[in-house]
């Protein structure tokens, strides 16, 4: 590849490295990353990412795997530090939910003032607007300024990994897929969630589906939404 072509390909990289704070959590964690990703037989250079969120056990899962490669494996979780509300969809702008559903992160802002390294979600989708009690038009983001809010949040080290991860990606023109759950779908924890209203249980039973077929088959299925109000799969 000539010079001029691969500095075609990383122009997104570059943009964000004009950023020092990107810059410098490039130099901290990169090459531990790379070091990482080769124990575990990924490329850093070819990696594709799916991210995934548990609200009730407060977690956070990468799973990776290489460009042409059919099954995901687990990369690395990381602790959210700060989580939100209670179980459930977000329902109003100022409820304090973190939302559940299936999402991509379309923005990244490295010099938010009060979000360190702030990824944003597409929140709302469809099937926000449709089961929300009012219009919704709260932003939501993952970021590291571990603070009590409405948002994803991560200690500051994991949130400069995170951000890495997603920059790379980016770069590549990758769609980042980011699934929020309630929690994970055990025996127990569906026992759990029969205590909560019915239109929490109708929403969770729908996205039930995605949740197993990642479980048993480690690759995503196709999701779309229908106009009622839900999650619809495709193999």
């Known amino acids: ?54 609200k009730y056990e407060s977690m956070m899962e990468i799973w990776m795997k290489n460009m042409g490669e059919v099954k995901y494996r687990l990369f690395k979780t990381m602790p959210l530090c700060a989580t939100s509300g209670k179980l459930g969809t977000k329902k109003y702008n100022k409820d304090g939910q973190i939302p559940e559903g299936f999402y991509e992160i379309i923005n990244f802002n490295p010099k938010d003032k009060y979000k360190y390294l702030a990824l944003k979600i597409n929140f709302p989708n469809p099937i926000d607007q449709k089961i929300a009690e009012e219009p919704i038009t709260t932003n939501v983001f993952i970021h590291g300024t571990c603070e009590t809010t409405a948002d994803i949040v991560l200690d500051k080290t994991d949130m400069e990994q995170l951000y890495i991860l997603c920059v790379e990606m980016r770069n590549r023109k990758e769609l980042i897929y980011i699934d929020i759950y309630p929690c994970r779908f055990s025996k127990q924890n569906n026992d759990m969630l029969l205590s909560y209203p019915k239109k929490d249980i109708k929403f969770w039973d729908n996205i039930k589906d995605a949740y197993f077929y990642f479980e048993e088959n480690k690759w995503l299925p196709r999701i779309n939404s229908n106009n009622k109000g839900k999650y619809i799969y495709e193999e």
């Open 1 to 54: 590849m000539s010079a001029f072509a691969q500095q075609k390909k990383n122009v997104f990289k570059q943009m964000q490295m004009n950023y020092p704070v990107v810059k410098s959590i490039y130099a901290k964690h990169w090459n531990l990353l790379c070091d990482s990703m080769r124990l575990k037989k990924i490329s850093p250079d070819s990696f594709t990412m799916y991210i995934r969120v548990f």
